[in-house]
């Protein structure tokens, strides 16, 4: 169905944007210096939830090894040492991921690949504040 006039207070808005795959699913990405609210990762947020819940197995004494605990787990151990790293971040960095308001760079796929264990190269590198003391 068309109208055969156009309705005189319509505007055309353009917005730039592009879509980008993320964690499986398409996002929409602004251009820089655009402001927008930030999504939670949440592939991002299990695995750091994962990652901190397997530390505290390991450190109780639940689990002897992380063979042991990644046969429990039903996952190989190479994996579970790449996803255990994540609780090396620095508390402020985890803040900022929990709030969902990381960089668009902070994936899941960019720290199971590497990142630095240094707390000021991670502010730095990822641009998140020192917490207040």
Not at 9 to 22: A, C, G, N, S, Y
Not at 60 to 73: K, M, R, V
């Amino acid at each position: 169905m068309s109208r055969s006039k156009p309705v005189p207070e319509t505007e055309t808005v353009h917005i730039p944007f592009r879509l980008v795959k993320r964690g499986g699913r398409k996002e929409m990405q602004l251009p820089d210096g655009a402001s927008c609210q930030h999504k939670m990762d949440n592939t991002l947020i299990k695995a750091l939830a994962r990652a901190f819940r397997w530390k505290r197995m390991l450190e109780s004494g639940e689990f002897a090894t992380i063979a042991e605990l990644a046969e429990h787990e039903g996952i190989a151990p190479s994996y579970m040492t790449r996803v255990m790293r994540l609780t090396l971040l620095a508390p402020e960095t985890v803040e900022v991921i929990l709030d969902g308001r990381q960089e668009p760079k902070v994936t899941l796929a960019r720290l199971m690949s590497y990142f630095p264990v240094d707390w000021e190269e991670q502010r730095a590198q990822y641009r998140t504040p020192r917490a207040p003391r």
